[in-house]
């Protein structure tokens, strides 16, 4: 009977190690479970390993390749958050990890929650690591996942560290869908806008004008001149202006494709008025979020750093944080190339220099989060409050201009009459 070099946790949290025989690494991971213990590491001999393989059926081997090639399932990421918060609350109540992932898969519903949980599963009870497992699979499980999943095992808080992500989860989301409430709006009048100022320049001004200038007694005044013109331009060149319209799309696509360019047009969108600090504000929550909740896991500063940098969604700041990296990978404090780079807002700045002196960074990384969360749901009132206005008085401007473009020429034709 082959033997098995093993790593597990005790029900309390204790980190044991030792030697078991069983006939499979199956079989190694069931006794533990017995004796109360979570395999977290186990190692096969050669003849195990051989053994394992010969075991393995070619109808479970195409199974797990099925599972892992093209057209997987995936989970949204509400559905990830919940689904990392139910193994948590399982963990938490005492359940061992392989009794915790099949009582969740009795419950899982859907199309990619059963296949996802199943791939769990088999290889956790093949004696893998569950972030191991995870990574296997691939999406939906990115390095943020995959890095907490590995820091709970670490860290042996388990249940805490889950619920840190599932936290962290809900609140990406959040933010999400506060943002996209954000926009509805302003981009639901600019629409209307434009499809307002389409209509009359295309089809009503011109029948309205149509009569005054067939009499030719009327000069035409500057606005009825360029709103015709406009007219008539986009009647015999509409589809000219299609052309040139995607021809500029996908030369703005390529253009974005490249790094150099894609960080520029980041950079750009960090100075721009109200949007700019709102994307800033935006990145840093995340980051904050996401940094506090790594290292308060146990999860060392540079790996922390490396996922957190993934998080940011600009890519000047994600450059920036590349420097960072590679400054605080030389022995340096994590505040000063943060400063150094001029991204990010001074207050974090300011935590993170404190954190490092007290030796309590993790902790005021999450204050200063939830300071940070309520300055992004300013940012967010802000550009609800501000872009309105900015529209309104935009359609105002559209609205006179065609306004004066039709009056004006009646106005005249009635002084001539007279």
């Keep these: 009977m082959p033997t098995f070099q093993y790593q597990s946790l005790s029900t309390s949290g204790a980190r044991q190690s030792g030697v078991i025989s069983a006939t499979s690494r199956a079989e190694a991971v069931r006794t533990l479970m017995q004796r109360g213990e979570t395999a977290t590491s186990i190692t096969t001999t ?51 990890l392989m009794q915790a992932l099949r009582t969740i898969r009795r419950q899982a519903s859907g199309k990619g929650a059963p296949v996802i949980l199943d791939h769990l599963i088999d290889r956790v009870e093949a004696g893998e690591p569950l972030y191991k497992a995870a990574q296997e699979f691939g999406r939906p499980f990115d390095d943020l996942v995959i890095g907490m999943l590995r820091a709970s095992e670490a860290s042996g808080r388990t249940h805490e560290v889950l619920h840190q992500l599932a936290d962290l989860l809900e609140r990406s ?23 307002s100022v389409i209509i ?26 360029v709103i015709l013109g406009i007219s008539t331009f986009l009647q015999n060149w509409w589809f000219v202006i299609i052309i040139v319209i995607a021809a500029a799309w996908l030369l703005w696509r390529t253009w974005i494709a490249k790094p150099e360019n894609r960080q520029k047009f980041d950079r750009f969108k960090l100075k721009l008025p109200i949007v700019g600090k709102l994307v800033r504000d935006v990145a840093v929550a995340r980051f904050t979020h996401t940094l506090g909740t790594l290292c ?112 004006l020429p009646l106005m005249e034709m009635q002084a001539f009459a007279q």
């Design 46 to 96: 050669m003849s195990a390993t051989t053994d394992s393989k010969m075991d393995a059926s070619p109808t479970t081997r195409t199974q797990q390749g099925s599972r892992l090639g093209f057209g997987r399932p995936t989970l949204r990421k509400t559905e990830m958050a919940t689904l990392i918060r139910e193994l948590a609350t399982a963990l938490e109540a005492g359940l061992p």
């Design 173 to 195: 989301v959040e933010l999400r869908r506060e943002l996209m409430s954000a926009a509805f709006y302003p981009l639901l009048v600019l629409g209307l806008i434009l499809i």
């Design 200 to 225: 009359l320049v295309t089809v009503l001004i011109p029948r309205l004008m149509g009569p005054l200038i067939a009499t030719g007694n009327v000069s035409l005044p500057m606005p009825t001149r």
């Design 296 to 407: 308060s896991a146990g999860l060392p500063i540079l790996d922390s750093l490396r996922i957190t940098r993934d998080t940011l969604g600009n890519t000047a700041m994600m450059a920036a944080i590349d420097r960072v990296q590679s400054q605080v990978a030389e022995g340096k404090p994590l505040a000063e190339p943060l400063e150094r780079s001029k991204l990010f807002p001074p207050l974090l700045v300011q935590v993170v220099n404190l954190g490092e002196r007290s030796g309590r960074l993790e902790s005021m990384l999450m204050h200063a989060a939830t300071a940070f969360d309520r300055q992004v749901n300013t940012s967010v009132k802000l550009v609800m409050k501000a872009l309105p206005p900015i529209l309104i008085i935009i359609m105002a401007c559209v609205a006179g201009f065609v306004l004066a473009a039709i009056l």
